[in-house]
């Protein structure tokens, strides 16, 4: 059984402050790792995704995530966020279906 | 030019009512799912239709079932609707039936169960 766990319900920020989003999973097989967005009253669309070979992603709006095989992490990271970074962000682990994590609401402050 | 449209956006309902999901695919994908999302924003899987079979039934109530008439589309009827299946549901589909390319989903049907 795979389980994706982000360890933080919620980050507040100021603008143009760097983030990272923790995001840690289990699997007993190898995996597939994304990303994805919520913004408010929308449905999720994809950020970046690891799928196989440098460890290091990078995303769509400036977003990057490194894949941590030892650690089994895949943190989300980016050094200056905008105040259009408001969402709500989701780790997700696939090896056959697609396991969500609990989802951590950015918050970025003027 | 929506990719995955859902309807309703919002539906409001009483216990005890049948109800009905629609969920239409315009990129060609051969596999749609529904997932739904709790108070909680946890997002699970429910069903999963690669060519208009069934390939993942998740462990749901029978009252929820799905149908797809064709590949473009997956509709969910849910029977007998308690307080309990007041929810985000959200339908999404993808090129293959392993997600190692990308799900695109819809915007979400909130359905509140009074």
């Known amino acids: 059984a795979q389980s994706v766990t982000q360890l933080d319900s919620q980050v507040p920020v100021f603008e143009e402050a760097p983030v990272e989003l923790r995001c840690n999973y289990s699997?007993?097989?190898?995996?597939?790792l994304f990303w994805y967005v919520q913004y408010p009253n929308q449905g999720l669309q994809l950020l970046l995704k690891?799928?196989?070979?440098?460890?290091l992603v990078k995303g769509i709006n400036g977003f990057e995530a490194e894949f941590n095989k030892s650690q089994t992490s895949f943190h989300l990271r980016k050094p200056s966020v905008h105040i259009s970074d408001t969402a709500e962000y989701f780790c997700?682990?696939?090896?056959?279906?697609?396991?969500f994590g609990q989802g951590t609401i950015l918050t970025v402050h003027p | 030019d929506t990719a995955v449209s859902q309807t309703p956006k919002y539906l409001v309902t009483q216990m005890g009512n049948d109800k009905s999901i629609k969920c239409e695919q315009n990129?060609?994908?051969?596999?749609m799912y529904w997932y739904k999302q709790d108070s909680k924003k946890f997002l699970k899987i429910m069903f999963s239709?690669?060519?208009?079979?069934?390939?993942i039934n998740e462990t749901v109530p029978n009252r929820f079932s799905p149908k797809s008439p064709d590949k473009a589309h997956l509709n969910l009827h849910i029977n007998s609707l308690e307080l309990g299946d007041s929810a985000v549901y959200f339908c999404?589909?993808?090129?293959?039936?392993?997600?190692?390319?990308?799900?695109?989903f819809g915007q979400g049907t909130r359905l509140t169960v009074v």
């Open positions: 239709y690669n060519n208009k079979e069934l390939i």
């Open positions: 999404a589909s993808s090129r293959g039936h392993t997600l190692n390319t990308e799900a695109f």
């Open positions: 997700a682990v696939e090896s056959g279906k697609l396991t």
């Open positions: 699997s007993s097989v190898s995996v597939y």
């Open positions: 990129l060609g994908h051969d596999t």
């Open positions: 690891y799928l196989s070979g440098s460890t």
